[in-house]
């Protein structure tokens, strides 16, 4: 293979690989945002006492745990997907199976995030929750409106 050739190969793998780590993180940022909006609701318009504080805090550090698990599953996989991407060059069989394997990650760390979620929710006042659901539903219908 002539050199400029291995070059431009090399730069449309690398391009791809790019554009499928944006991709991967455009939707981790939109978990992030929420999760910002929620703690701010959560901390500082629910009024919560100090017993839920303490309740809240707990979950939020096991959560945070599993989060930083989760989020390493996803770069992993990211770099697999990269690995694959760079070996066939094309939307081949070990591409598909990394993007499977890509989207069972991201799938994970949704359940997990909307676990932590439902825990944090079963600690509140009814009042609390109502306001707390508001701003759930606000936060994952954002980009929608």
């Not at 090399?10 to 944006?22: D, K, P, R, S, T």
């Not at 990211?78 to 591409?95: S, T």
């Not at 499977?100 to 676990?115: R, W």
């Amino acid at each position: 293979m002539r050199p400029w050739r291995w070059t431009v190969g090399l730069a449309v793998i690398a391009f791809l690989a790019g554009i499928a780590g944006v991709l991967a993180g455009r939707m981790l940022i939109p978990a992030r945002t929420q999760s910002t909006e929620l703690h701010e609701v959560l901390h500082h318009q629910l009024k919560l006492d100090a017993g839920q504080e303490a309740r809240i805090e707990a979950i939020e550090q096991q959560f945070a745990v599993r989060r930083r698990a989760l989020e390493f599953e996803l770069r992993a996989a990211n770099a697999r997907l990269a690995d694959a991407i760079q070996a066939e060059h094309g939307n081949g069989p070990k591409v598909t199976a990394a993007v499977d394997a890509s989207h069972v990650a991201m799938g994970e760390l949704q359940k997990a995030t909307l676990g932590h979620i439902f825990a944090m929710r079963q600690i509140l006042r009814p009042d609390q929750a109502a306001k707390f659901d508001r701003a759930v539903v606000k936060a994952l219908t954002a980009d929608a409106r």
